[in-house]
């Protein structure tokens, strides 16, 4: 039994198909059949039940799969760790972020992030919060800017900054004649949500005081992405409520509509960095936390270490967090 055989195993698991997990560990169906095979007999047990359309896994197999997620995740950490001893802050870091922030935050980063650290390799994911956490757990990514709290056993965050979220309404709409906006105003919008896999839907539902999705044809689209629903607001269908570094470019307000600060204190998303406590570079973690922080716009509030927020142009140039957040 070998490490490539663990790795093997989880495929098939994860995968629930031969050819799938074969084409994952870059091996043949056959290589990757046989070699599961053998490592069956010499067990003496039958780790997966085979037909024709399925792959199931047996009880006992679900036991030998856990340790075996358990001692990839060691051998990782080993090789890890003697990574960061020779250097930190070179080679690939692998960052997942979700898609309403990943488009508007990546831009601001990426080329600081570079000059600071040129060693250092920034690999991004961009999926949703439920996907990233799984990445996460199968050390398939290092760490996730998310804006929900770690949701899985065996993860830390860092609370990074506070987004608030602003008003998106056509021009014609009669709130544009209001000076402020504020929390009653925003109960009787025709708000345009996100899908339901994206947390700012539900963000959104909470600020609005939404109680439930209207049933309708702009519901039935399943947007998955800001830019749709400014479309649709652009339109006419409708508002929306979008996190503050999407407004930052100018973009929006280039789509015809109105872009509205909220008067509302609770308005507002925290990102987070969130990342495994066993993984061993904390200090290519905190390179990249202070990066970001670093590089802000001043429509979003840096989260000190108290959980208060503090606007970032009040930042000093180079803050130093600490991962215990």
């Known amino acids: 039994m070998n490490l490539r055989d663990l790795k093997y195993l989880v495929a098939v698991a994860e995968t629930g198909h031969f050819g799938k997990a074969a084409k994952r560990c870059y091996v043949s169906q056959p290589t990757l059949s046989s070699q599961i095979k053998k490592l069956e007999l010499q067990l003496g047990v039958t780790i997966f039940e085979r037909t024709n359309r399925s792959v199931r896994i047996t009880p006992v197999g679900e036991e030998i799969i856990t340790h075996a997620r358990k001692s990839i995740e060691q051998a990782d950490a080993i090789e890890q760790l003697a990574h960061a001893s020779r250097d930190p802050l070179a080679g690939p870091l692998r960052i997942g972020a979700i898609p309403t922030l990943s488009p508007y935050l990546t831009p601001l980063i990426l080329g600081p992030l570079q000059q600071r650290y040129p060693r250092l390799k920034l690999v991004l994911?961009?999926?949703p919060t439920e996907a990233l956490e799984r990445r996460l757990k199968d050390h398939e990514i290092d760490a996730a800017l998310l804006a929900t709290h770690a949701g899985k056993e065996g993860l830390e965050e860092l609370p990074l900054f506070k987004e608030p979220f602003w008003l998106?309404?056509?021009?014609?709409?009669?709130?544009?004649?209001k000076e402020e906006i504020t929390r009653a105003d925003l109960k009787g919008l025709d708000v345009l949500l996100l899908s339901e896999m994206h947390c700012l839907s539900t963000q959104v539902m909470e600020v609005c005081g939404v109680k439930e999705r209207r049933q309708g044809i702009i519901e039935t689209l399943g947007a998955f992405t800001l830019e749709t629903l400014v479309q649709l607001v652009a339109a006419g269908h409708g508002?929306?409520?979008?996190?503050?570094?999407?407004?930052?470019?100018?973009?929006?307000?280039?789509?015809?509509?109105?872009?509205?600060?909220?008067e509302v204190a609770e308005a507002y998303r925290c990102v987070r960095l969130v990342y495994r406590q066993s993984f061993p570079q904390s200090q290519t973690l905190a390179a990249l936390a202070e990066v970001i922080l670093d590089h802000l716009p001043n429509t979003v509030q840096r989260v000190v270490a108290n959980g208060e927020a503090q606007p970032t142009a009040q930042l000093s140039r180079r803050p130093n967090p600490s991962l215990s957040g």
């Open 239 to 262: 508002c929306t409520l979008v996190p503050a570094l999407a407004v930052h470019g100018g973009w929006i307000t280039a789509s015809g509509v109105i872009a509205r600060k909220l």
């Open 168 to 177: 998106i309404h056509p021009p014609s709409h009669p709130l544009y004649t």
């Open 125 to 127: 994911f961009e999926e």
